[in-house]
């Protein structure tokens, strides 16, 4: 597989959402936003990203109903998802979804797009 | 003013009660005194009665089972017999069944009777007050849960709420110092690494109160398993080695063999020797850090000591450095600041692991920041 891979952004934090796609738009992705897990659904109905930005604490649909409207039968999502939060108390959360990865806000640059570059080559390989 | 009505007194014989209430006449409280059943019942609900004195004896209904319908509608009113019977199983009766505070048996001796009451009296109030501190004191209990729930509730919204706008000052420096968003200058380059510092700092110190909070709050969950602290060690000591190195410092590990595997948590364990051997790397100008362990099975522990041939520690200095929030003056350091709360958490985490910690140094000879963890048996529940 060649060409350019999507990333479905979905960030309520605008500067950070922007902030987010300049990184990943430098590294030669491209990337889609939304400001919502609502957005993001409907962003879905056109595209199909290769990985899932997601924030957590959102208006209108929060990170964990985005997931779960995701997820197929099994429980498992139709797209990678990176969850990319400010939240504290991730560890409970996290157990309950099955995601590529995460990262805690504020991030490194690198940490970011070493995992994004890591799923997307999974993916890629399966 | 008319006297507060306090006691009341009950007894089917006129006499004795024309002769109650002249005996009480001079008393500081009022009392009630009547032959009426009825009148009784009609005083109790409307007066402030705290002593209810009843005969043994009366046509209407005994005075056990009289005293016994006070118990069930004032639970709180002291009950006293009155009774001509010096009859062992009626006093039974009435402890059992009537819970009577105490007998006065007839004919009365006036002092007696009197200083009786005021007993009655006084152990109303006593219990009253009792009650109305542990009333006060579960209230306050309740609030203070309450408070506590909302300051870890408080505390992680916050941490939340800084770390959003953090996040996005962040990934803006960051994205322009890697001049992922084109070029930049030394100068530029400089005065964004000195913000970025700060971030960081900030980011730290966001992370280190939370940890610390979930900490007090026994809600930080330890992860104990068998772990090796020498795996531990050799992993702390690569990841500062080039820190280090960039200073012109050694970092040597010198570890005792005879140590065996022990539970503890390898994460917390990581960050208690990040923090000691960053601490050390930061205060030494010349020479390095030793890294010692030694195994005291016999004493039921291990000892891990991270010695550093830094300036030393004034003793006037030692008993703050495990303290919030106390960075000592006597240390000079041109690195960015530590938060002020590392120390406090490295001991959080060693006493949770039943462990100790604690520091051993003289000005000009360096110090030695030893801890101790127990072979599993004294570890603490999580």
């Known amino acids: 597989m060649s060409g350019p891979k999507t990333i479905l952004l979905i960030d309520d934090e605008i500067d950070m959402q922007q902030l987010t796609k300049i990184t990943l738009k430098a590294r030669g992705y491209i990337v889609e936003t939304a400001n919502n897990g609502l957005e993001g659904l409907s962003k879905l109905e056109t595209l199909k990203p290769d990985l899932i930005i997601l924030d957590m604490n959102m208006p209108k649909l929060g990170g964990l109903g985005f997931y779960q409207k995701i997820c197929n039968g099994q429980g498992h999502p139709l797209y990678p998802v990176l969850v990319l939060t400010a939240r504290a108390n991730l560890e409970q959360l996290l157990v309950q979804m099955n995601i590529d990865g995460f990262i805690a ?12 570059d890591a799923i997307i080559e999974k993916k890629v390989k399966t | 003013m008319p006297k507060e009505i306090q006691v009341l007194f009950i007894d089917d014989e006129e006499s004795i009660i024309d002769g109650v209430k ?9 009392i009630f005194a009547t032959t009426s059943m009825g009148k009784a019942r009609e005083a109790l609900g409307k007066e402030k009665i705290k002593v209810v004195v009843s005969d043994y004896r009366m046509p209407e209904i005994s005075g056990i089972k009289f005293l016994r319908e006070v118990m069930g509608k004032y639970p709180d009113v002291v009950k006293v017999l009155f009774t001509g019977y010096t009859d062992f199983s009626a006093a039974e009766e009435a402890i059992n069944v009537g819970k ?48 506590y729930e909302m300051q870890k509730e408080f505390t992680s919204t916050v941490s939340h709420e800084l770390r959003t706008p953090l996040a996005s000052i962040k990934t803006a420096i960051d994205l322009v110092n890697k001049g992922i968003v084109g070029e930049i200058n030394k100068e530029q380059e400089e005065v964004l690494g000195r913000a970025q510092n700060n971030v960081d700092r900030l980011k730290r110190l966001i992370d280190d109160i939370l940890d610390l909070t979930k900490m007090e709050s026994g809600k930080l969950q330890l992860n104990f398993m068998m772990n090796d602290i020498h795996q531990v060690i050799g992993e702390v000591a690569k990841a500062q080695k080039d820190v280090a190195k960039s200073r012109g410092l050694f970092i040597k590990t010198e570890l005792d063999a005879l140590v065996p595997k022990i539970l503890f948590d390898s994460d917390r364990i990581i960050q208690v020797l990040n923090n000691l051997l960053g601490n050390a790397i930061k205060f030494t100008k010349q020479g390095g850090v030793i890294i010692t362990t030694q195994d005291k099975s016999k004493e039921n522990h291990i000892v891990v000591s991270i010695k550093d041939t830094g300036k030393g520690i004034a003793e006037k200095d030692l008993s703050k450095l495990f303290q919030k929030f106390q960075q000592i003056e006597s240390v000079e350091t041109n690195e960015e600041g530590g938060t002020g709360l590392g120390l406090v958490i490295c001991k959080e985490i ?6 100790k910690i604690w520091v051993e140094s003289k000005p000009g000879e360096g110090s030695t920041f030893k801890f101790i963890l127990p072979l599993q048996e004294r570890r603490l529940p999580s």
């Not at chain 2, 002249?22 to 009022?30: T, V």
């Not at chain 2, 007696?112 to 306050?140: F, G």
Request: proline share 4%; net charge positive.
């Open chain 2, 350 to 355: 060693i006493s949770r692991h039943g462990g």
């Open chain 1, 105 to 116: 806000k504020p991030f490194e640059i690198d940490e970011l797009l070493r995992k994004v």
């Open chain 2, 22 to 30: 002249r005996l009480f006449m001079p008393e500081a409280y009022g």
């Open chain 2, 100 to 147: 009577v505070y105490r007998f006065i048996s007839k004919p009365w001796k006036t002092k007696e009777l009197l200083s009786t009451i005021r007993q009655c009296i006084e152990h109303y109030d006593l219990m009253m007050k009792a009650r109305s501190h542990d009333e006060e004191l579960e209230s306050a209990n309740k609030k203070l849960k309450a408070m």
